[in-house]
Structures are given as structure tokens and as C-alpha cells.
């Protein structure tokens, strides 16, 4: 199993590549330890994350990425530190990325009832762009010019957890980096871009293995500019029947006018506490937008490496 981990390891930190912008999949909205690093080292076992995502663009067609995240359990003397390693591919007519990251966390409070915790990422993203592939290029603007870059990817964030025996939640806050926007040349004068993003969610258990857990996302630039324009607004609920393994969800996205709906069943489940989940998404919107069209993610989750589950 040791083997295994720093082989995955070894891969997250051996390859190089490719875009601009963010094009986090809505996974994120039901997966917070996918955008939060504060998250590393809060359970007891090995997370591994793959997700496959697909969304139609009006202005350059089907955009299609990859993201590969792997956390480890609590480590140290009684558990308090994390790490994790992400790697996002992302590939669309105007441009190309590469998101590369590897980081740790810190629990100051972590108990059965309490977990606080801090924790950071650093890494970079490489990019590539070519807007003349865009229907919508005009060869006058400055950023036609075909152009790469290797930019700052970084993530601090912070969450807090409460389990009760009736009620729980969830408070998870992170500021990272716009990737494309330190040192690019794509955008001349462009300095630091800090989004900040943050979800808060209640858990309210129902007895049966059933948890209802409606919550929000808000995310948005901490320094304004007229050309950035991120602000979004994600509402939802989601209810997990843990006893049989299946969990359903649906949300809302403000900004985009869009709804999506997620399902995941586990297909196994190890006398070790392995558990291998398969879970899909489907975003649309429902004002025929033409920017921001259909999206379909596919997920897969496996838990590892500890006699327990959490």
C-alpha cells in the first residue's frame, strides 16, 4: 500500500503541461476537500478522486477536463496532519491546462464532536492559449497572439466541522489564486486575483443511516476589476442513505441560471472499511444560454488504507 501511494505520488509530481481561466466541475459544490486543502488528514483513510467532466461552451464547442485528487488520512502522533496532491487537465478550443498542486493541513481541533482545521496548497498552472480558433476572434485584439505561461497556483483555506448526535454541519472557506492573472502576458498590468470561495452546510440526521444536508456556495474576487467577472451563487441539498449507499442531490447555480442533479451509489465495500463510489452529474441551464451550456461530470471515489471507516 506504501508502494502504491508514492507511485500516485510520484505521478502527480512528474508531470508537465497545459488553460487559463478556472473550470472547476460542479462537483466541487457537494466535495468541498476538492477546492479546500484545509481538508487534508480528516479522515482515516487514503481518498482518491476522479472526475471527468464535459460542458458545452456556446463560443468554442465541447470543453472536456480531468481532475485527479488524492488526500491521505491524519498522520503524525495523534493524527493532526494532511497532505493531498491534485492535478486538473483541462483542454477547449482557445486554450489549454495544466493544474498541478500538492499541499497540507493542520487540525487544531479534532474530536468526535469537533474538527477545525487550516491548511494550504502551492503549485502552478501552465497554459497555453490560441483565441484565433474562437468563431468570435478578431485578429485586432491584443490577445490573439498565440502565447503560453507557467502561473501561481495557490490555495489557503480553513473549515470547521460539527457532529452532533441529531445535528451537524460544516463551515469551509478558501482563497486561491486566478490562475492566468500573476505572471501572465496575457493580460498586461494584471497582478494577484484572489478568489475567495465559501460553503456552508447543515447536516440534520434522520435516523435509518439518513442525512439530510441542505447548503451554499458563494465565490467571488476579493479584488474588483471590470474585465474579471466570477461572482456565483450555488444553493442546494443533498440526502445520503448511508446504511445502503446511495446519495442524492440537486442544486441551483444563481449567476448561470442553471440547475444540477447528482446521484452516487457505492459499488463496494471492503471488510477493511475500502469503499469504492460512483456518482454522476448533470448541469443545464434554463435560459438557453449559449455560454455556458450542458454540463456532465462522472466521479469515481475510493477510500483506502486503515481498518475503519469514516
Not at 485528487?69 to 494532511?82: M, T
Not at 460544516?170 to 502576458?185: D, E, H, K, R, Y
Not at 447536516?203 to 439518513?210: A, C, E, K, P, Q
Request: glycine share 12%; hydrophobic share 45%; proline share 4%.
Amino acid at each position: 500500500m506504501k508502494n502504491f501511494t508514492l507511485l500516485l505520488l510520484g505521478l502527480c509530481l512528474a508531470v508537465t503541461g497545459f488553460a487559463q481561466q478556472d473550470f472547476n466541475p460542479t462537483h466541487f459544490f457537494y466535495q468541498s476537500e476538492l477546492f479546500n486543502p484545509a481538508q487534508y488528514g480528516a479522515t482515516d483513510q487514503f481518498r482518491l478522486t476522479l472526475i471527468h467532466q464535459q460542458r458545452h461552451l456556446g463560443f468554442s464547442g465541447l470543453a472536456h477536463g480531468q481532475l485527479l485528487a488524492l488526500q491521505s488520512p491524519g498522520i503524525g502522533k495523534n493524527k493532526v496532519f494532511g497532505w493531498g496532491a491534485n492535478l486538473q487537465l483541462v483542454h477547449f478550443a482557445a486554450n489549454q491546462r495544466l493544474k498541478l498542486n500538492g499541499g497540507v493541513a493542520a487540525h487544531l481541533l479534532k474530536n468526535d464532536f469537533h474538527r477545525l482545521s487550516l491548511g494550504v496548497n502551492l503549485g502552478f498552472n501552465s497554459v497555453i492559449w490560441n483565441y484565433s480558433k474562437l468563431v468570435i476572434f478578431n485578429p485586432a485584439d491584443p490577445l490573439a497572439t498565440p502565447g503560453s505561461v507557467i502561473d501561481l497556483d495557490a490555495t489557503a483555506g480553513v473549515e470547521y466541522a460539527l457532529t452532533g448526535k441529531k445535528f451537524g454541519g460544516l463551515f469551509s472557506a478558501a482563497v486561491s489564486q486566478i490562475p492566468g492573472t500573476l505572471f501572465s502576458g496575457e493580460f498586461p498590468g494584471y497582478a494577484f486575483y484572489p478568489q475567495l470561495t465559501v460553503l456552508a452546510r447543515g447536516d440534520v440526521f434522520l435516523g435509518d443511516g439518513i442525512c439530510l444536508s441542505p447548503q451554499v456556495m458563494y465565490r467571488n474576487l476579493l479584488r474588483a476589476n471590470q474585465r474579471f467577472s466570477f461572482g456565483s451563487l450555488d444553493l442546494g441539498a443533498r440526502v445520503e442513505f448511508t446504511e445502503r449507499g446511495l446519495t442524492a442531490a440537486a442544486g441551483y447555480r444563481w449567476d448561470w441560471k442553471a440547475v444540477h442533479a447528482m446521484v452516487g451509489a457505492r459499488l463496494f465495500e471492503g471488510k477493511a472499511g475500502q469503499r469504492l463510489g460512483l456518482s454522476l452529474l448533470f448541469e443545464a441551464p434554463l435560459n438557453n444560454s449559449r455560454i455556458f451550456g450542458p454540463d456532465l461530470e462522472l466521479g469515481l471515489n475510493w477510500r483506502f488504507g486503515v481498518n475503519s471507516v469514516n
